[in-house]
């Protein structure tokens, strides 16, 4: 006699299958994600301050963001924003009480980067985090965030890779640069924790948010649409960080304004192009500078701007 399987087995196993992957890559990654905390000191007051506020008692004031090792010596990659103007870092593990204090060794403010080392935690008690590819993140790939959403520490969210390559303003002067954008959940003090895919690898470092509600409450709230820096941007200057170095976007140095802008009245007055820059200002010492470019040398009053 032969016995009939159900339609919807299949169907169970692989919601099953898929459910076990993120736990696996939950229990396999928890370890190296860690809960960051800092305190600003404000000149002249005494007193910290942060986005955090005040807790209860009045006498303090914290910021709080996530973060994961890179390696096992206790390096630690986060967002430059979590740290920013911090007197004291301290971090702690899943399921471990005690704060342990960490140094700021090298920031790439424009990259919204920062590098933490901490020397006291034992190695046995956190696992470094795998480095992956983000040139071969997928879109529609499974995304999981973990990190510490509204000081709720160490969270997991789950969701896809929405697109790759989504450039958006990025760090302390918002230069545009590439991210990889998600709809798993990504909420404040999500910030500098992981973004991992299916082989618990990490993809990109949870950033910032697209949140509509933001102007009205003062206070941004996941609206699924979320972006983290590629793990590749990271990695790239990661050396750098570890050496101590303060890393900058690279620039041309030029300041200039797009000849389209201009009436076409001035463009024909001074026989200008219909396509192009119009080279206002080089800065000293820099690639353009060197190349030979100049900046004008007659002031023009176009409205409010001058070019």
């Not at 008692?57 to 986060?78: C, E, M, N």
């Not at 790439?108 to 993140?137: F, H, N």
């Not at 697209?210 to 979320?226: D, F």
């Amino acid at each position: 006699m032969t016995a009939s399987v159900p339609a919807s087995a299949p169907a169970e196993s692989a919601a099953l299958e898929y459910e076990e992957n993120t736990i696996s890559v939950t229990d396999e990654s928890q370890n190296g994600v860690v809960f960051i905390t800092r305190r600003n000191q404000m000149p002249g007051t005494g007193m910290d301050s942060s986005e955090a506020g005040e807790d209860a008692s009045g006498q303090d004031v914290t910021g709080t963001g996530s973060g994961f090792f890179v390696d096992d010596q206790g390096f630690i990659l986060t967002n430059f924003h979590v740290v920013e103007g911090a007197q004291q870092v301290t971090v702690h593990l899943p399921d471990r009480k005690r704060e342990f204090p960490a140094r700021i060794v090298g920031v790439a403010p424009e990259y919204d980067l920062a590098l933490l080392q901490t020397t006291d935690i034992p190695d046995d008690l956190y696992d470094p985090l795998e480095l992956g590819d983000s040139d071969q993140v997928r879109v529609g790939a499974k995304a999981i965030a973990m990190g510490s959403p509204f000081g709720l520490e160490f969270s997991v969210t789950q969701g896809i890779v929405s697109a790759k390559n989504r450039v958006v303003p990025t760090g302390i002067n918002g230069i545009p640069q590439n991210s990889i954008q998600t709809d798993a959940a990504i909420n404040p003090g999500n910030s500098g924790g992981p973004l991992l895919n299916s082989a618990a690898e990490v993809i990109g470092i949870n950033t910032m948010i697209l949140s509509p509600g933001t102007a009205a409450s003062g206070t941004g709230q996941n609206a699924g649409v979320g972006f983290a820096i590629p793990i590749n941007t990271a990695k790239a200057i990661l050396p750098r960080l570890k050496a101590g170095e303060t890393v900058n976007v690279p620039r041309i140095g030029v300041t200039g304004i797009p000849v389209a802008l201009l009436p076409g009245e001035v463009r024909q007055e001074f026989n200008l192009p219909d396509d192009g820059v119009l080279v206002q200002e080089v800065s000293p010492a820099s690639p353009a500078a060197g190349a030979g470019l100049q900046g004008g040398l007659r002031r023009l009053e176009l409205g409010r701007q001058r070019s």
